[in-house]
């Protein structure tokens, strides 16, 4: 999913990141004895948009919703790669799949109660599953469509029952799940925010600014988008799973919006915040990094930044063209405009490092090979001199951002370098995404990102380059390039079939298909990003989790 | 009875001055006018050094800078004094986040005033992003005083229900923040052009901004040419032209526009002032002049993101901003008292 923006009706995606938590450059902070209590401050530039979890599709939110709410299993809330272990949450345990991987039966726990002081039943999570649907929530046809009686729901959202798919037994305590064909990603996909178990009474439309009770530690106390989202503790909430939904350490949480991230920086810098969500600006870095170390946390994210190709519009229709891209960018020069070695690594492929399926692979370098070295531009001109492309106008859209941009302008440079009049549009990131995916807009070239959903190849594989992920005309059409290739198709869902049962297999073939793709070239790779948390000297018990990045509630004050 | 210069004794000193000096024309004796006024000289001698810099934009850099400022050079390195540099210098020290683009040399043979963040040449940029701030700002001013000159006089001039529908449709334009009807122009037209009949005019050219900056300030100068025009049109020479019969055309052409030229004279600084300004807003806030063109308005833009690592790069193109419309308001000064009659008995008397 994209890191930030607004996405009403995106296909599948959401951030994510990859933990090399508590490794990395995460300094300890100077004081490590827990402390609870206190006010935590976070800033941000703006608000996310709704409040509604079944609907925020954005990774701000995500975040926090994460420790507001609840879901049947989850990720493990704790730092580093074992963020990525499923736990039971709501359900007493991670049921095993019966039926040949079609049903799943959850116990759900007794004694849990939303922050409203309503008792957290069965009903409560049927009725959760058909909102999903009834507010045509964003992910309902991409997560939830192999649910039983989804078909039906999809179509008629306000009559949704999920009749067949989600059957509670209020006297046993459970809920069965029914899919229409084994899904290995099941347990992943109602992990995410969106599967939330919410109050059955919670009405079936956008709750916009309105707080939704919930089971978390923390309860939403006030929501003003232009202002404040201020979080208190659940006055219900008692630690049922130290894994699932720890203790909360601060009382309160009070959520700022409205800086620029300049101002963020020195907010941070001068105890008057203790973390921000938006990346540092690229003029602050050597100042943080040097000045401010310790209050700096780095981690690797399960995501690449990219430029996708129109595979349907001139020149880019013709592959040698994208590969010649491919071939001229300087991979090093982009790594540095995001901020320098220690924030990226070059990449040619899809897979990111250490993601399952991967195997490196870089066939766009000097010398061919496992990893990139250097821009081969001879080769470059060589594609494009007998693609016969040379002279064509070609547009790249970008977001108006100061990275994003920075990359837009080199590649008019590289693209001009290859013989093509290029420009450049830079338009709001609360639209680009959106606009970038819809064939309507006849968008050639862009800049954009992607990140984990799950952990799980099909999340980039499949969700970008499959051809049922292309729907063209539409703003929730994430395979921005319109890559639709019969063969890498066919693989894709052998991959799918076989992760079901045989999970290293079908790595096997993700990185057989990650290697295809990487080769038809419908976008042009640059580089895996990290993240970087600015924290204030106060704030201690930092942990970086692969799925939630920063875990808000494990973190303490002084 | 007439008397002429022949009828005056031939020492007496009116007379001397009649036989020696012909009657100076309105525009001759406004510049030589304009010529006693040091500061409006001195403002007029910082402006052609300003046009003279940035024509020579293309010399500067190549052959003296030896660069291109329009191709990134995040890569590269620079020679100086036989120390070579990464252009843009990695951070070293603490956890070795983010870099430096190379700082101000001070040396016009590259890198003068340091480079931005796609490792360009600062200095060759400002004076290739001139030549476009200038270049809009001059053309606009154009195309708004001919629009305006246009619609002032034939509205004035005219009267009645001409005036009337020219007037509202003014008044229209006028009920517009100018620069929030700007930039809603600019972004309406940035990003698909503009196509009408046979003008077609591409997303990226810089005959957007040109006219969508001449259009807005339409209104600005319309309306005090018309006031002039209603004033000329009672007045007696009119008056008098009109009671002998003269066409109107020959009136307009002989009689008003003549007249109502000198306050459009007085216009074209300031409006270059002005117009330059609003381009400047226009191309820092994405709208206006589009990469890989340059304007001082875009290379504020790109050196906001380095305010705090090299403050030089904002810097630079805003003070080339604030001594070109410096220079220009003063000799708009300058030219509205050389233009003024009221100010011939002060300079005269000076």
Redesign the interface.
Known sequence: MKQSGWLRRGAAVAVLAMATAGAG?SPALADDAPHKGGVMRLVARSAAGTIDPQINYTLQYFQINYVLYDTLVTFKKVGGTDGFTMVPDLAESVPQPEDGGKTYTFKIRKGIKFSNGQELTVKDVVASYQRIFKISGPTSGTFYNGIVGADACLKTPATCTLAGGVVGDEAAGTVTFHLTQPDAEFFYKIAMPHAAIVPADTPAKDAGTTPIPGTGAYSIASYDPNKQLKLVRNPYFKEWSKDAQPEAYVDEIDYDFGLTD?AEVTAVQNGQADWMFDQP???????????Y?DQ?H?NTLMAMWYAPMNTNMAPFNDARVRQAVNYAI?R??LV??F?????GSPTCQILPPGFPGHEDYCPYTKNPGAKWTAPDLEKAKELVKASGTAGQKVSIVVE?T?VSR?I???L???L??LGYDT?????SPNIQFTYIQNTNNKVQMSVSQWYQDYPAASDFLNILFSCAAFHPGSDASVNISGFCDKDVDAKIQKAMALAVTDQAGANKIWAEVDKDVTDKAPVAVFFTPKH?DFVSKRLGNFQFNPQFQWIVSQGWVK | MSMTSEDLPSDFPAAVALKRRPAAGPWITAWRKLRRDRAAMAALGVLLLVLLLCLLATAYARHVAHTDP???N??GSFTLDGVTRPV?E??T????????PIGPTWNINGYFLGAD??GRDVAARILYGGRNSLLIAGTSTLICLVLATVIGVVAGFMGGLVDAVLSRLLDVLWAFPIYLLAISLSIVL??KGFDIGPISIT??SLWLPIFIIGIVYVPYVARPIRGEVLSLKSSEFVLAAIGLGVPSLRILWKDVLPNVMTRVIVFVPIMIALNMLTESALSFL?IGV???DASWGTIIQDGQ??????PIVALAPGLAIVITVLALNVLGDGVRDALDPKSKLRIGGA
Not at chain 1, 339 to 343: D, W
Not at chain 1, 423 to 427: E, G, L, N, R, T
Not at chain 2, 93 to 100: E, I, K, M, V, Y
Not at chain 2, 305 to 310: K, Q
Request: net charge negative.
């Open positions: 450059l300049e600006p690229s003029d602050r870095l050597a100042e943080i990094g040097t000045k170390a700096v780095i300087d090093k020069a540095d405009l901020g320098g070695p220690v924030l108006d100061t920075a837009g302008v080199y008019q440079s590289v001009n370098s420009s450049v549009k830079a338009i970087v | 329009f191709v990134s995040i890569s843009l990695p951070s020290t603490g956890l070795g986040l983010g870099f430096t963040n796609q940035i990003s997303s990226g994405s589009q990469a890989p993101t380095m305010l705090y690592t090299r």
